[in-house]
């Protein structure tokens, strides 16, 4: 009788011992030792300071991360549509759910009755805007260099189909542009004949003028009775003006 039960008692460290081997080679879930964390994790809550609940799930920080994405590419958030169908989520219900979540845990607020009304609330400010595109000469030709600076007009022109240039030179003077002023231009590749557009030349370099085709050339005609019209054999249009903001 005692070898029987020396025999069981070894049997069961040995199935002891496999079984602590087995979880020893499992991988450890998220948010365990071991795991590399993702590249938003800093601006999350540590989850030994955290409530329960207050973290939020890989789903959503996927979610969070798509908005993120949207605000610093174009400067504001993306609909609940668009997030629908990034995520493949068919109800609109179940994506506000998640921004609910989002939230609630303090990584999103939300503008009431505004589709697109999201900001990150551990983001810098200076993040949101629409894209600063470069400098456009309103003097000589000078081509138009895209650079990292936004610039936040998003109360007047809260689509996606606009881009902001700073406006260099006083040819525009006569149209109340002046140097310094930002223009905030419509994409378009067409105009009619006297609008005032931003064209680009065969040369590549862009430049705001007033936009006059004839018959076989192109006018580019600045406001400015001091200056003479530009003449080229072709350019294309590459936007048309929306709107100019001055600070004073």
């Known amino acids: 009788m005692p070898k029987l039960a020396t025999s069981k008692s070894a049997a069961r460290k040995k199935s002891t011992a496999r079984t602590a081997a087995r979880a020893g080679s499992r991988k450890p879930k998220p948010g365990q030792p071991g795991v590399r964390p993702s590249p938003l994790s800093s601006l999350l ?13 890989v789903r959503q920080m996927e979610i969070y991360g798509f908005i993120r994405d949207k605000i610093q590419s174009r400067g504001f958030g993306p609909t609940v549509r668009e997030i629908g169908q990034a995520f493949k989520i068919r109800s609109p219900n179940g994506v506000v759910c998640h921004l609910k979540a ?27 805007g629409l894209p600063m595109a470069g400098w456009v000469a309103a003097g000589t030709l000078r081509a138009a260099e895209e650079q990292k600076e936004r610039i936040d ?66 006018r580019l005609q ?7 019209p530009i003449y080229v ?8 003006l929306a709107g100019v903001v001055r600070k004073t």
Not at 222 to 228: D, E, T
Not at 233 to 240: E, F
């Open 45 to 57: 809550p540590l989850a030994a300071d955290a409530e329960a609940g207050d973290v939020p799930t």
């Open 102 to 128: 989002l939230e609630r845990k303090g990584l999103i607020t939300r503008g009431k009755n505004m589709s697109r009304a999201i900001e990150l609330v551990m983001e810098p400010a200076h993040l949101r």
């Open 153 to 218: 007009f998003e109360d007047l022109f809260d689509r996606d189909d606009h881009f902001v240039l700073k406006v260099m030179g006083d040819s525009m003077i006569d149209a109340q542009i002046a140097d310094g002023d930002w223009v905030v231009i419509q994409k378009k590749h067409s105009a009619h004949s006297g609008d005032i557009v931003v064209a680009q030349t065969e040369d590549g370099e862009a430049t705001l003028k007033q936009w006059f085709p004839e018959r076989d050339r192109i």
């Open 222 to 228: 600045p406001a400015n009775s001091s200056m003479k």
């Open 233 to 240: 054999k072709s350019a294309r249009v590459l936007g048309v």
